[in-house]
T-cell receptor, first 114, second 115 residues
Framework: ETGVTQTPRHLVMGMTNKKSLKCEQHLGHNAMYWYKQSAKKPLELMFV???????ENNSVPSRFSPECPNSSHLFLHLHTLQPEDSALYLCASSQEGTANTEAFFGQGTRLTVV | GNSVTQMEGPVTLSEEAFLTINCTYT??????LFWYVQYPGEGLQLLLK?????DKGSNKGFEATYRKETTSFHLEKGSVQVSDSAVYFC??????????????FGKGTKLSVKP
């Protein structure tokens, strides 16, 4: 149990579909993150939320839309995706403002766009 | 910008062999450095970290020392086990002491340990 739970674990969607990825953390952290893990590429930070405020958006296409309704939940809304968006999407959380903490990752959602 | 470079895999070793996975970084300021491990079908788990120069992180027999002079954070283990088979990621945080989730990762090195 990592304390960070992602659902669904696997998702197959067509390019015209709309779907959402969900992340929930039970660690009392105040920051949450979305990462994208593609084959042969480094993990890419997509979005950062700190105290529910989006503090970073790494030039992610608008077909990815994050939502953070509270410090425990993070969503990634997907629409009109492309096949190259197929990847493992990882959520993480951390306690910012405290020294010697670490980021905890969920198990990821394996997304396939067909 | 900041970046992390780690040796390309895959690395295949026999059980009880010595492991080194090289990692070098480019950063402004004083980043914290991390090694994460990803077992098949799992997310990432923090293996060890070091927050300042000359610090040594260690866990489960793995060690890495923060070398500012060579901008390196090489991962070592004296005797690997089959259960160590996984993908290992070197990473740095962009801000010293904070933003522990705002990480820049290397591409990962896949380790396979044969009995």
């Amino acid at each position: 149990e990592t304390g960070v739970t992602q659902t669904p674990r696997h998702l197959v969607m067509g390019m015209t579909n709309k779907k959402s990825l969900k992340c929930e953390q039970h660690l009392g952290h105040n920051a949450m993150y979305w990462y994208k893990q593609s084959a042969k590429k480094p993990l890419e930070l997509m979005f950062v939320y700190n105290f529910k405020e989006q503090t970073e958006n790494n030039s992610v296409p608008s077909r990815f839309s994050p939502e953070c309704p509270n410090s425990s939940h993070l969503f990634l809304h997907l629409h009109t995706l492309q096949p190259e968006d197929s990847a493992l999407y990882l959520c993480a959380s951390s306690q910012e403002g405290t020294a010697n903490t670490e980021a905890f990752f969920g198990q990821g959602t394996r997304l396939t766009v067909v | 910008g900041n970046s992390v470079t780690q040796m390309e895999g895959p690395v295949t070793l026999s059980e009880e062999a010595f492991l080194t996975i090289n990692c070098t970084y480019t950063a402004t300021g004083y980043p914290s450095l991390f090694w994460y491990v990803q077992y098949p079908g799992e997310g990432l788990q923090l293996l060890l970290k070091a927050t300042k120069a000359d610090d040594k992180g260690s866990n489960k027999g793995f060690e890495a020392t923060y070398r500012k002079e060579t901008t390196s954070f090489h991962l070592e283990k004296g005797s690997v086990q089959v259960s160590d088979s996984a993908v290992y990621f070197c990473a740095l945080s962009e801000t010293y002491g904070g933003s522990q989730g705002n990480l820049i990762f290397g591409k990962g090195t896949k380790l396979s340990v044969k009995p």
